[in-house]
């Protein structure tokens, strides 16, 4: 009996986290599997790709996760995660697996949220930019380099062209694929995830005046990226809170890059300098490849900054530009002030296929200029907490631009988004995990129960056929007395 009441419970066990998210450290090959084990569950919603092979033949996979995958759809635009840029920054590529599986369960159990991203995003997400370095480095390494480096020995993070600076590296293999695929999806919105500290960096990292004087490097957008900064780090249950988690002091969990420490060739500053993309870079953990064991509190730390983070590709203002008979204008540039009637003028962003155009603000009234070829035109917008403005323009004649009447669409809104309150926790384990350990138990006892009626059942019917004197004793036993 015993037993048989083990394997029922080892089955119910066994099921329950079929679904689950295997919290442990994935290698290269355990990584590849795991993607498409999360194809195979959702293969509606998600498509892998590869951009490339690293310098040792190690494809560097992306799955889009999104309804209709690799296909463009109007006006949804295309978001992307990215991390393992130093091998043994591992943390990153850990969660990214994570959110996908996260992601694809949701959608699957109609989890509202989830399915509004997925209809209306175009998620990519890059679990390892650098799956060479990956291999070399070590679990429980926290403050070590082994494997921070790809195969040719070269930080991939001061790798890309320096807008103020330049580079005289060699472009390596891993960064020339990286800037490819930059360059042929249009992204809007972008972080990419290291390890040692806890905080969001946002640009410049670069100095704009000497590559190695520290200071704060100003964008043109530096109130957006502080923005946006803050809405991950207010989302984690620990970053926003300015004191030194891991000896570095950060106001509000955020920095500007160069003022913490300046670097040439980074990835965000080219995103932000070269591409329509804004993106950050987020500090996850103190430790660079923590042990297994903490990885479940890790995902329940960072699961909800991802979600938000994603959410803020619905921000600001959207259209497209065409021309009368309904064809694209690629490439007409958009140009917003600082604050309406201000001289001083946003990063300039193009438009790209079907003449669509994404420009992340915060609420404010500016002044936008649209120009195609020679001719411009100026309008007023109103960007209002809680929404998106969509509009539109028309090129009549290939000459004069005309203004289509702006439509609002309803968002909800993440800023500001305070963290949530940390609870005590004694293990660390998924909710799929409790709710598995929850569910196998209920099942054992109710199993268990079962077994006992049965057997008494039975031994009542045995004492009855061999003639027991008082019946109404037969499920009772002394202290002494064994029921086996």
Same mark, same amino acid.
């Given at each position: ?31 590849? @599997? $795991?993607? *498409?084990?999360?194809? #195979?569950?959702? =293969?509606?919603? %998600?498509? !892998? ?112 062209? @320096? $807008?103020? *600076?330049?580079?005289? #590296?060699?472009? =390596?293999?891993? %960064?020339? !694929? ?127 900054? !991802? ?178």
């Amino acid at each position: 009996m015993k037993e048989m009441l083990f394997k029922l419970w080892c089955v119910a066990s066994i099921v329950s986290f079929a679904n689950g998210i295997v919290f442990q450290h994935h290698n290269y090959v355990q990584m590849q @599997d $795991y993607l *498409h084990k999360i194809h #195979q569950r959702c =293969q509606n919603i %998600t498509r !892998l790709y590869s951009i490339g092979k690293s310098i040792r033949g190690r494809d560097l996979l992306v799955m889009e996760i999104t309804e209709k995958p690799g296909v463009y759809v109007s006006l949804k635009p295309n978001f992307k995660y990215i991390g393992n840029m130093h091998g043994n920054e591992v943390l990153g590529r850990e969660l990214l697996l994570y959110l996908l599986d996260h992601l694809c369960d949701g959608y699957t159990n109609g989890d509202a949220e989830i399915i509004y991203l997925l209809q209306t995003i175009r998620i990519h997400i890059m679990p390892s930019m650098n799956p060479d370095g990956y291999e070399k480095a070590r679990e429980g390494d926290c403050q070590g380099v082994g494997g921070r480096t790809n195969a040719n020995n070269y930080d991939l993070n001061r790798n890309f062209p @320096d $807008y103020f *600076h330049g580079t005289n #590296q060699i472009i =390596q293999k891993e %960064t020339d !694929l990286v800037m490819k695929w930059i360059k042929q999806y249009p992204f809007v919105l972008s972080a990419n995830f290291h390890g040692g500290a806890s905080v969001v960096n946002y640009p410049y990292d670069s100095s704009t005046t000497h590559p190695h004087i520290r200071g704060y490097s100003v964008s043109p957008d530096d109130d957006i990226f502080r923005s946006i900064s803050k809405v991950y780090s207010y989302s984690h249950p620990d970053m926003f809170k300015g004191y030194p988690i891991c000896n570095d002091p950060f106001t509000d969990g955020i920095t500007n890059g160069a003022e913490w420490y300046p670097i040439t060739g980074g990835m965000q500053d080219y995103n932000y300098m070269y591409t329509n993309a804004f993106e950050v870079l987020v500090e996850m953990a103190c430790c660079k490849y923590p042990m297994a064991a903490k990885l479940p509190q890790l995902w329940q730390d960072h699961k909800r900054p !991802l979600i938000n983070y994603m959410r803020l590709v619905h921000s600001g203002v959207k259209g497209t530009v065409k021309l009368e008979d309904g064809s694209e204008v690629v490439g007409a540039k958009i140009d917003v002030s600082w604050s309406l009637g201000s001289p001083k003028k946003r990063k300039t962003i193009t438009t790209t296929k079907g003449g669509d155009y994404y420009r992340i603000l915060l609420k404010g009234v500016y002044d936008l200029t649209v120009t195609v070829g020679q001719n411009k035109l100026k309008t007023s917008i109103d960007i209002k907490e809680g929404q998106v403005l969509r509009q539109d323009f028309i090129v009549k004649n290939n000459q004069q631009i005309e203004a289509l009447p702006p439509k609002i669409i309803k968002v909800k809104s993440v800023f500001p988004q305070r963290a949530p309150v940390k609870k005590t926790t004694f293990m660390h384990v998924s909710h799929s995990t409790t709710m598995a350990i929850i569910f196998g138990s209920v099942g054992l006892i109710l199993v268990s129960l079962t077994g006992f009626v049965v057997f008494f059942y039975l031994k009542r019917r045995r004492d009855r056929m061999n003639g027991s004197p008082d019946d109404s004793k037969a499920f009772y036993v002394t202290s002494t007395e064994s029921i086996y």
